[in-house]
């Protein structure tokens, strides 16, 4: 079985930031992608962020220059950073990653539980 465990939201000011986390654990053999998405609700899924392996990254226009993404290979934990939050940033933040079970295996996309960032004054 695999887990994807997120940690690190909560309530900040506009202005503020906040750091979450997500860790994997259980059967991993390889951890590809790593990335959070976020849920308003009523609305679709939202891309947020992306990391590859290797350190490449993506974001959506709406976070780019505010959020960073990082991950930590040895530990199976990926960070998104959040600078300059807004108010329109509050929602349930979700991390995903394309996980190998097995060496033989093809990898399957895993999802956290989400975590709640709300911004407000």
């Known amino acids: 079985q695999v887990q994807l465990v997120e940690s690190g939201g909560g309530l900040v000011q506009p202005g503020g930031s906040l750091r979450l986390s997500c860790a994997a654990s259980?059967?991993?053999?390889?951890?590809?992608?790593m990335g959070w998405y976020r849920q308003a609700p009523g609305k679709q899924r939202e891309f947020v962020a992306r990391i590859t392996r290797d350190g490449t990254t993506n974001y959506a226009d709406s976070v780019k220059g505010r959020f960073t993404i990082s991950r930590d290979n040895r530990k199976n934990t990926v960070f998104l950073q959040m600078n300059s939050l807004k108010p329109e940033d509050t929602t349930v933040y979700y991390c995903?990653?394309?996980?190998?079970?097995?060496?033989?295996?093809?990898?399957?996309?895993?999802w956290g539980q989400g975590t709640q960032v709300t911004v407000s004054s």
């Open positions: 995903t990653a394309a996980i190998r079970r097995t060496f033989s295996s093809n990898p399957s996309d895993y």
């Open positions: 259980g059967s991993i053999f390889s951890i590809y992608n």
